[in-house]
Nanobody, 126 residues
Framework: QVQLVEAGGGLVQAGGSLRLSCTAS????????MGWFRQAPGKERRFVTA????????YYADSVKGRIAISRDNAKNTVYLQMNSLKPEDTAVYYC???????????????????WGQGTQVTVSS
């Protein structure tokens, strides 16, 4: 089992920045690729970004490219989501997730992930 705990959400004005973190415990963190998803009110949970086990490869949804950066520190069992130039449409609950799959072809799919955090709310005011 892997336990994931997100932190760093909050209320921010449009144009502002937030840094989310997700800390893992349980099994070896570096054995898992990590992803971030978000779910806006009344909408489906959607892929935002993912990072490979080593951190050497990253993947982004088109809607966030250039504004969001994912990184990880395997020594700290933590993955980060740096969000800049935030927009009201970025308002959502943000979830981190862990997958044992190694092919990035699967990283955008909810069902590819074995473990999920409880989510952290991000609200962007206009």
């Amino acid at each position: 089992q892997v336990q994931l705990v997100e932190a760093g959400g909050g209320l921010v004005q449009a144009g502002g920045s937030l840094r989310l973190s997700c800390t893992a415990s349980g099994r070896t963190f570096s054995n898992y690729a990590m992803g971030w998803f978000r779910q806006a009110p009344g909408k489906e949970r959607r892929f935002v970004t993912a990072i490979s086990r080593s951190g050497g490869s990253t993947y982004y949804a088109d809607s966030v490219k250039g504004r969001i950066a994912i990184s990880r520190d395997n020594a700290k069992n933590t993955v980060y989501l740096q969000m800049n130039s935030l927009k009201p449409e970025d308002t959502a609950v943000y979830y981190c997730a862990a997958t044992s799959l190694t092919s990035p072809n699967y990283y955008t799919r909810l069902g590819s992930y074995d473990y999920w955090g409880q989510g952290t709310q991000v609200t962007v005011s206009s």
